[in-house]
């Protein structure tokens, strides 16, 4: 079974920036799509960003255009979600994400594989 692990979230304050890693347990992620999603308490679930490994396509949540950037590694198993202008709004639990190609659609029944998460805690 294919496994998602995260890493690079922490605390930071409003206005700061972080920068999760996602590398997948495959060979390869080659010709799939692979994103994050992210949760706070007491929200929904929300899909934030994800790419299409190999292609290059980008797809972003309206709340996060113009501050987060996914991009993938030339190993093609490894994704990157930099994020730039926090607000306390993006605090919650970021999780790796995996589906088929290539459209990368940003709703939960997409996609097929869930890492475990990582936290990431904005302050006001």
């Known amino acids: 079974q294919v496994q998602l692990v995260e890493s690079g979230g922490g605390s930071v304050q409003a206005g700061g920036s972080l920068r999760l890693s996602c590398i997948v347990s495959a060979d390869t992620a080659f010709r799939t799509c692979m994103g994050w999603f992210r949760q706070a308490p007491g929200k929904e679930r929300e899909g934030v960003a994800g790419?299409?490994?190999?292609?290059?396509?980008?797809y972003y949540a309206n709340s996060v255009k113009g501050r987060f950037t996914i991009s993938q590694d030339k190993d093609q198993k490894t994704v990157y979600l930099q994020m730039d202008k926090l607000t306390p709004d993006d605090t919650g639990m970021y999780y790796c994400?995996?589906?088929?190609?290539?459209?990368?659609?940003?709703?939960?029944?997409?996609?097929?594989?869930w890492g475990q998460g990582t936290q990431v805690t904005v302050s006001s």
């Open positions: 994400v995996r589906g088929p190609g290539p459209l990368c659609r940003l709703t939960d029944e997409y996609w097929n594989s």
């Open positions: 790419t299409y490994i190999g292609g290059g396509n980008t």
